[in-house]
């Protein structure tokens, strides 16, 4: 039981789809995170939800749409991806408290495949 | 923009081996440092978390050092087991209001051969 719960584990959709991942933590966390790992790169921070803040990274696409309804729980919205975007998905969460850092905890992530 | 930079990208030592994993930063001004070990198809697991001020954290057979000012980090580990074998993430957090966000190298996969 890793606390975050990623769903689905793996997902093959067209081009013309859509679909969404959802991310749940049961940790009592302030701060949900998205990141894609592709093969032979690092992680890479897409969006950041924190005390009902959200934080992007700039050069995610627009055909990836997060949504946060609340501190438990976080989707990624997807829209006509390209095949680039085949890679394994991960979320994350974390307390942020000022003054002290918390080590993130991860989900076992959603392997995305466009076909 | 900050750069983290992993060496060796693999790694392969005997069961009962001491070894090091070496992690790089190019902006010293950072929040904290983590390692994570990632298996398989799996997320990541933090393994130890160095704050700035800090010059090391102990957990265990894992010893992760900092070195804040040439921007360098390593992982010993002790000891090592078959069920060490992972890849090992390291990554930084800014400082000031992105300290949350963190910054991955590409990582070390370490086999440990029984």
């Known amino acids: 039981e890793t606390g975050v719960t990623q769903t689905p584990r793996h997902l093959v959709m067209g081009m013309t789809n859509k679909k969404s991942l959802k991310c749940e933590q049961h940790?009592?966390?302030?701060?949900m995170y998205w990141y894609k790992q592709s093969a032979k790169k690092p992680l890479e921070l897409m969006f950041v939800?924190?005390?009902?803040?959200?934080?992007e990274n700039n050069s995610v696409p627009s055909r990836f749409s997060p949504e946060c309804p609340n501190s438990s729980h976080l989707f990624l919205h997807l829209h006509t991806l390209q095949p680039e975007d085949s890679a394994l998905y991960l979320c994350?969460?974390?307390?942020?408290?000022?003054?002290?850092?918390?080590?993130?905890?991860f989900g076992d992530g959603t392997r995305l495949s466009i076909l | 923009k900050q750069e983290v930079t992993q060496i060796p990208a693999a790694l392969s030592v005997p069961e009962g081996e001491n070894l090091v994993l070496n992690c790089s930063f190019t902006?010293?001004?950072?929040?904290?440092l983590q390692w994570f070990r990632q298996d398989p198809g799996k997320g990541l697991t933090s393994l130890l978390l160095?704050?700035?001020?800090?010059r090391e954290q102990t957990s265990g057979r894992l010893n992760a050092s900092l070195d804040k000012s040439s921007g360098r980090s390593t992982l010993y580990i002790a000891a090592s087991q078959p069920g060490d074998s992972a890849t090992y993430l390291c990554?930084?957090?800014?400082?000031?209001?992105?300290?949350?966000?963190?910054?991955f190298g590409k990582g070390t996969k370490l086999s440990v051969i029984p």
């Open positions: 939800y924190s005390l009902e803040e959200r934080v």
């Open positions: 940790l009592g966390h302030n701060a």
């Open positions: 160095i704050q700035s001020s800090q």
């Open positions: 994350a969460s974390s307390q942020r408290r000022t003054g002290s850092a918390q080590p993130q905890h």
């Open positions: 902006d010293s001004a950072i929040y904290n």
């Open positions: 990554a930084v957090a800014g400082d000031g209001a992105g300290s949350y966000q963190l910054t």
